[in-house]
């Protein structure tokens, strides 16, 4: 089976990748892989080439020692023993569903009924989740900042290490667990034997940590560090922590003999918790049922199911085409959006109308207009229900009757005006506590920034928009349809572009407004002062919204010439 494991891994990956290479004779795919290469080369490779020739320039100078990293590097075991010793006591008190045991379908329908035992089936997932594993410990190890290719390799294999150990606990977590729901068991005994050891090992490691920390004030962070360094150097805490510990040690480990002594250590535990998963397996099918009965349950929970509601609001069977799309938009919303829904949404807004506090009226003012700059520059990028959605259903918009203008501008309509209606809500009440957030403003430049941003808000939405549908009429092979997102090198060179063509087009049609807007402030400023602000904001807002009805216009005829087969659906 082992063979076998590793003969599907290796079909797996070179299929990944031929798919991969096939898709680059076309355009779109080439250049976004040269454009994401790029971007993988100037913000990791070339900083690493740069660092190391700025520390060779600097090897003849004397750098001051940093002590809190020289403590953090002395208790470094200790400081990754206690987070590990945590996160496998969460596991054990709020466990999950392990990924070595989610099967995909055609292992289940083929693997499930070969002649093959348990045990080589989860030796068949851990080969399966070796490349995602190695991917998440070559990743950081890149960004690691080192000098020496040498010292990135050994911080990529105690990653793998620490990674690998993690996720077979987490298994045999999940077997462990399973197997106490089996009939026959001693459900309550075992199930409180396992986390009253848990729970006891964490409470020991705590009361000692405890005593440290509450025998004498801190004096700085590196005694912090080497008061948790302490903790773990001696009694019962050090019995604890030791495997913990012993993962963490390849960190900073010396090379070449402490290191590959560390190393041993750590592959050492790795084994046993193999061995500990391997002989666990009673329960594996018990599990991996399990497991696949709360994935699909997720899976339809995190689905919206449309609801239907009684409304005041009847689309009129005569009016402005417009009004259909912002109609079948709302009532999209309406149908998807639940109380739940409503209170994630809207309980920050409701702590900011209940705050009261000096202190509490600062914060929430500077959380309120940063929620205002997110909603209007980011949120056309995140809101995705104009045309980006409605292209999905292009062979049945092409057989009404309709201008393909009108379909532009009502598809982008109503999530334009309800980013804007959020953005002025923030707006209004960072307004409200700019006081207390920037103490040295005065109240009538609060005011008239705060009018002035009222102006802009639609105009920067609205323009954000246009560019998106424009992308997606003009374009429409680049822009993913719905909530797709395309994985890869070249996908993510595809956003890039994207991002860089939504910015130029931003910026093209905001210069006319801001123009204008420029020459309104140097013309007035000397006589109303800050209030200047507000027609040079309302005139910039005209200028684009005409500019935003003028190029919905020119892709009308665009949208009537577009294809069906244009449209790329799924990756």
């Not at 797996?12 to 040269?34: D, T």
């Not at 596991?91 to 379908?105: G, I, K, N, V």
């Not at 068949?124 to 998440?136: E, K, T, V």
């Not at 912002?326 to 999209?332: C, E, H, L, R, Y």
């Amino acid at each position: 089976m082992l063979s076998a494991s590793v003969y599907i891994t290796v079909c797996s990956i070179k299929n990944r990748i031929r798919v991969r290479l096939r898709r680059l004779r076309e355009p779109k795919y080439l250049i976004g892989a040269i454009v994401g290469a790029a971007y993988f080369y100037f913000t990791i490779f070339a900083r690493m080439w740069g660092r190391r020739a700025s520390t060779s320039r600097r090897a003849g100078r004397s750098v001051p020692p940093n002590v809190p990293l020289a403590a953090i590097a002395a208790s470094g075991p200790a400081l990754v023993g206690i987070a590990l010793m945590i996160m496998m006591a969460a596991a054990w008190l709020f466990p999950s569903d392990s990924s070595l045991l989610e099967f995909t379908e055609p292992e289940i329908q083929f693997l499930f009924t070969a002649p093959v035992t348990r045990r080589q089936l989860l030796m068949h997932r851990l080969m399966r989740s070796q490349l995602p594993l190695l991917f998440a410990a070559i990743v950081p190890a890149l960004l690691f900042p080192s000098a020496l290719p040498g010292s990135r390799a050994k911080f990529a294999i105690s990653i793998w290490i620490i990674l690998m150990t993690m996720k077979v606990h987490f298994t045999g977590i999940t077997l462990v667990r399973t197997s106490l729901t089996l009939q026959g068991a001693d459900v309550r005994r075992r199930q409180w034997g396992a986390l009253a050891l848990m729970l006891g090992a964490v409470g020991i490691v705590g009361a000692a940590i405890a005593r440290v920390f509450l025998a004498q004030p801190l004096t700085g962070i590196s005694d912090g560090i080497d008061r948790l360094g302490v903790v773990a150097t001696a009694g019962v805490p050090h019995l604890i922590l030791w495997p913990f510990m012993t993962l963490a040690r390849p960190l900073f480990a010396a090379w070449p003999g402490p290191y590959l002594l560390a190393v041993a250590l750590a592959l050492g535990i790795l084994a046993l918790n193999i061995v500990w998963v391997l002989t666990s397996d009673a329960a594996f099918q018990e599990a991996a049922a399990q497991a696949e009965a709360r994935r699909a349950a997720k899976k339809l929970r995190t689905m919206p199911v449309p609801r239907a509601r009684a409304t005041s609001w009847t689309l009129p069977a005569s009016g402005r085409v417009e009004t259909v799309f912002v109609w079948k938009n709302v009532m999209q919303m309406l149908r998807e959006t639940n109380i739940a829904t409503m209170f994630r949404y809207g309980a920050p807004f409701l702590g900011i109308a209940m705050a009261m506090s000096a202190g509490a009226s600062a914060l929430l003012g500077m959380l309120a207009a940063g929620a205002a700059a997110i909603t209007v520059l980011l949120g056309p990028q995140m809101a995705r229900t104009d045309l980006r959605q409605d292209l999905l259903h292009l062979e049945l918009l092409k057989t009404w009757p309709v201008r393909g203008s009108d379909v532009i501008r009502g598809a982008m309509l109503w999530p334009a005006a309800l980013l804007t209606m959020i953005g002025w809500l923030a707006i209004g009440v960072a307004m409200v506590f700019w006081t207390a957030a920037f103490p040295p403003s005065m109240l009538v430049w609060r005011v008239s920034g705060a009018l002035a941003a009222v102006f802009l808000a639609p105009a920067l939405v609205s323009a954000q928009f246009t560019i998106h549908n424009a992308a997606a009429v003009v374009f429409p092979a680049w822009v993913p349809l719905g909530t797709s997102r395309p994985r890869g090198i070249d996908a993510m060179g595809q956003r890039l572009i994207m991002f860089a063509g939504v910015l130029v087009g931003l910026v093209a049609m905001m210069a006319p407004g801001v123009i204008v807007g420029g020459v309104i402030w140097l013309a007035f400023w000397r006589l109303i002062g800050p209030a200047v602000l507000v027609p040079a904001a309302a005139i910039c807002a005209v200028i684009v919204l005409v500019e935003v009805l003028a190029v919905t216009e020119a892709l009308g005829p665009v949208y009537e010439r577009l294809d069906l087969s244009g449209v790329e659906r799924s990756e």
